[in-house]
């Protein structure tokens, strides 16, 4: 990784958001995540979380 540079925070439809960019050596560019494609990412992420302790 070469650097990671993170942005102010701002107040967006009542949220705080905080941007950052990562920057990788040879990746190439990745696609970024919206704010509402991160929450139901990590929605999900939960939801199998979750799953796999009660199995």
Known sequence: MDKIVVY?????D???????DIYYSSVGILHELTPEEME??????????NKEKTA
């Open 40 to 49: 139901e990412a990590f929605q999900q992420h939960l939801a199998q979380r």
């Open 8 to 12: 102010a925070p701002k107040t967006i």
């Open 14 to 20: 009542g949220k705080r958001v905080q941007l950052l």
